[in-house]
């Protein structure tokens, strides 16, 4: 996806990655009536309507840090943590016990990568009990810096996107966007995904839950990205 966006030059870059219902077997995406796996749809457009790009998650970084010692970057697997085992240390970093780690405690405790002055969330897939190892759904790499996440209102941080895109473009005739599945759970885990629900329909919020969200030329988890259309045509 980044050498693509390369060669796109200005055109922006938003999207997902296809999933199959917490299964993890084998993922889908369709084209011309034909469904396609191992494969990848990219849909070029235009508009004489006003857009904007936008990510949003309700995460902000803590001074907490953890640097990846050992992994099989191919894998996306992080085996040591800060010259420990993985997932040892992500509990003791994240506050909660090595034996409680499921995809609830990785929604709700993600860890965050900062690039250009920006912070990305990162997401856990699941921890190997054989070796304590964590498999990630983003790409790792030894030596990178993670920072552990602080959670905040999910809601504010929703309504904060919105006031902010109205104010660049205008009146909102549709957002299309494509939210982590980890969003989710963790709005389920915390009784608010009925206020979420509800607050995407009042503002006309379509799209898709997704393994793994484009922004741009980054790749990154537990976000919602997408494109916000306007609806007053732009001015020659």
């Given at each position: 996806?980044?050498?693509?966006?390369?060669s796109l030059d200005n055109i922006h870059v938003v999207g997902g990655s296809a999933g199959d219902?917490?299964?993890?077997?084998?993922?889908?995406?369709?084209?011309?009536?034909?469904a396609h796996t191992d494969a990848a749809v990219l849909i070029i457009l235009t508009t004489s309507?006003?857009?904007?790009?936008?990510?949003?998650?309700?995460?902000?970084?803590?001074?907490?840090?953890?640097?990846?010692?050992?992994?099989?970057?191919?894998?996306?697997?992080?085996?040591?943590?800060?010259?420990?085992?993985?997932?040892?240390?992500?509990?003791?970093?994240?506050?909660?016990?090595?034996?409680?780690?499921?995809?609830?405690?990785?929604?709700?405790?993600?860890?965050?990568?900062?690039?250009?002055?920006?912070?990305?969330?990162?997401?856990?897939?699941?921890?190997?009990?054989?070796?304590?190892?964590?498999?990630?759904?983003?790409?790792?790499?030894?030596?990178?810096?993670?920072?552990?996440?602080?959670?905040?209102?999910?809601?504010?941080?929703?309504?904060?996107?919105?006031?902010?895109?109205?104010?660049?473009?205008?009146?909102?005739?549709?957002?299309?966007?494509?939210?982590?599945?980890?969003?989710?759970?963790?709005?389920?885990?915390?009784?608010?995904?009925?206020?979420?629900?509800?607050?995407?329909?009042?503002?006309?919020?379509?799209?898709?839950?997704?393994?793994?969200?484009?922004?741009?030329?980054?790749?990154?988890?537990?976000?919602?990205?997408?494109?916000?259309?306007?609806?007053?045509?732009?001015?020659?």
């Amino acid at each position: 996806m980044s050498a693509l966006y390369a060669s796109l030059d200005n055109i922006h870059v938003v999207g997902g990655s296809a999933g199959d219902g917490l299964r993890f077997g084998q993922t889908w995406v369709f084209c011309d009536g034909q469904a396609h796996t191992d494969a990848a749809v990219l849909i070029i457009l235009t508009t004489s309507l006003p857009f904007r790009l936008f990510k949003c998650d309700n995460f902000e970084p803590t001074s907490t840090k953890m640097v990846v010692t050992e992994a099989d970057i191919e894998l996306r697997v992080v085996k040591e943590l800060n010259a420990e085992p993985a997932a040892q240390e992500y509990s003791r970093a994240v506050g909660i016990g090595d034996t409680h780690l499921d995809m609830f405690s990785f929604a709700s405790h993600p860890v965050l990568v900062r690039a250009g002055g920006t912070y990305y969330a990162r997401s856990i897939q699941r921890v190997n009990p054989d070796d304590g190892s964590l498999n990630f759904y983003c790409a790792i790499d030894e030596g990178m810096v993670l920072t552990v996440a602080k959670a905040r209102n999910p809601i504010g941080a929703m309504l904060e996107l919105f006031a902010e895109t109205r104010a660049e473009i205008g009146e909102v005739s549709l957002y299309i966007g494509f939210e982590c599945l980890f969003r989710r759970l963790d709005a389920e885990q915390h009784q608010f995904a009925r206020d979420m629900s509800e607050l995407y329909r009042e503002n006309r919020v379509v799209g898709f839950h997704t393994y793994g969200e484009q922004y741009r030329a980054m790749h990154l988890n537990q976000t919602l990205t997408g494109v916000a259309i306007g609806k007053r045509p732009v001015s020659p």
